[in-house]
């Protein structure tokens, strides 16, 4: 699946990254707690938060997450858009809450979680 394509069924728009979208994702994440993400693998995840800070765009950094979809309405502000641009991180947005948009992406096909083991 493309981050278009998962854009496009979470009836979402791009804030930035537009450009880069037909980007391959091969796992998904949902997650307000940042800790929560640094559970998961790496490799061409997308990531969905309700969580709306800089701290979002430094652990996708991390993680090298190249792709961020904000559920609930949450809409990031220029500084997070200005930081994702300069890292390279696509940034979307749906009205969904987490649960449905993680269904909703679970359902159309992407079903990989892709958790690690830690320890």
Do not use: W
Request: charged share 25%; net charge negative.
């Amino acid at each position: 699946m493309t981050v278009a394509e998962a854009v496009k069924i979470l009836e979402g728009q791009f804030f930035t990254g537009e450009d880069k979208s037909q980007l391959e994702i091969t796992s998904a994440c949902g997650a307000d707690l940042m800790s929560d993400v640094m559970a998961f693998v790496k490799d061409r995840v997308v990531l969905m938060t309700g969580l709306v800070n800089s701290q979002v765009i430094r652990t996708a950094e991390l993680l090298d997450i190249h792709a961020i979809i904000f559920v609930r309405g949450k809409t990031p502000g220029r500084d997070m858009i200005e930081m994702a641009e300069e890292a390279d991180i696509i940034l979307a947005g749906t009205k969904f809450p987490m649960f449905i948009s993680c269904g909703k992406i679970y359902e159309a096909g992407l079903r990989t979680g892709g958790t690690r083991v830690i320890g």
